[in-house]
């Protein structure tokens, strides 16, 4: 059977959430608690959740990774994580906080229907991430843990590995548009993918914010409203078409009938977290709508 090239989007798209439900779910944030992080909102855990892989790093290399945060906001937070966990420590709470998150959202794995047949492939595919993680740090970092011993778990850890591939490469395909940090959310703002103010997380000051949006008029992206042009249009659907080719190979791995099958796999869970209300009604992000691939 033929890849269908629209498959990267859309398995991504069943994956997700069960992947994000981590940095908002209740049972990570008392599993954060317990370590002494501050979760009062939701960035020491999130930073410490994610960067953990990564060893004890700074806030250059954290920023460098993450990208489209202010580095001022990741200085906030790393290195102080580290002294309030070690990495290790923080990721034996992770996958605490997942079990727990996970029971409480599809009930015992004992019960999860189809559970050995979904870690399979999601495990296919996140060994075909790992093989092609070159360029991708947070890919290997999160590959090198290896797999979980607990199926449910395992599960996690292989869709970690498969979203933070395609987030990998979707950071190279921002470069190669000539997107910095900043622009980048910019631009996707300017397209309607979410409200400016969704964005203030990120940390980037009104100034940072404007500042960007005069470099994107410059380049014909946004007009005098900062809504996308034509042109900034395109240049974002460019941005989506490289980011799914370069986040297909899991997929060809799997082929077109494995990967429709994860998806098949993967909806109870995608639908469990979905009407859970625990994810942010208007996501920061998810991928605008494109003309299907050409590459």
């Known amino acids: 059977m033929p890849f269908d090239r629209a498959l990267p989007r859309r398995a991504w798209h069943h994956l997700e959430p069960a992947h994000a439900v981590l940095y908002f779910a209740p049972e990570a ?11 009062e909102d939701r ?19 954290t920023a460098a990774a993450f990208y489209s945060f202010s580095p001022a906001a990741v200085a906030r937070h790393v290195p102080a994580a580290w002294a309030v966990a070690e ?17 409480a959202l599809f009930g015992e794995p004992a019960g999860m229907p189809d559970l050995a047949e979904l870690v399979g492939l999601a495990r296919r595919a996140a060994d075909a991430a790992a093989a092609d993680s070159a360029g991708r740090p947070l890919t290997a970092a999160n590959a090198a843990l290896g797999p979980a011993e607990e199926p449910h778990l395992d ?26 940090p900043c622009e980048s959310l910019v631009s996707f703002a300017a397209i309607g993918a979410a409200p400016a103010a ?20 410059a380049r ?7 809504a996308a042009t034509e042109r900034g249009r ?49 996501s920061t992000l998810g991928v605008t709508t494109v003309p299907a691939p050409t590459w």
Do not use: K
């Open 29 to 39: 944030f008392a599993e954060a608690a317990r370590l002494g992080y501050d979760v």
């Open 43 to 61: 960035w020491p855990s999130y930073f410490a959740w994610r960067a953990a892989p990564l060893g004890a790093v700074g806030a250059e290399l």
């Open 87 to 103: 990495p290790a420590a923080v990721l034996d709470a992770r996958l605490r906080a997942v079990d727990a998150t996970y029971r």
């Open 155 to 180: 599960l996690w850890q292989a869709l970690t590995v498969l979203r933070e591939h395609r987030g990998d490469g979707h950071l190279a395909a921002l470069m190669a548009a000539g997107l910095d």
């Open 198 to 217: 969704n964005f203030a997380g990120r940390g980037w000051t009104g100034q940072e914010w404007a500042a960007a949006t005069e470099r994107l008029a």
């Open 220 to 226: 014909g992206w946004v007009d005098a409203d900062g």
């Open 234 to 282: 395109a240049g974002r659907n460019e941005v989506e078409r490289l980011t799914d080719q370069l986040a297909a190979a899991p997929w060809r791995a799997l082929g077109t009938a494995g990967t429709e099958r994860f998806m098949e796999l993967m909806v109870p869970l995608f639908l469990a977290v979905i009407r859970s209300g625990l994810l942010p009604a208007q």
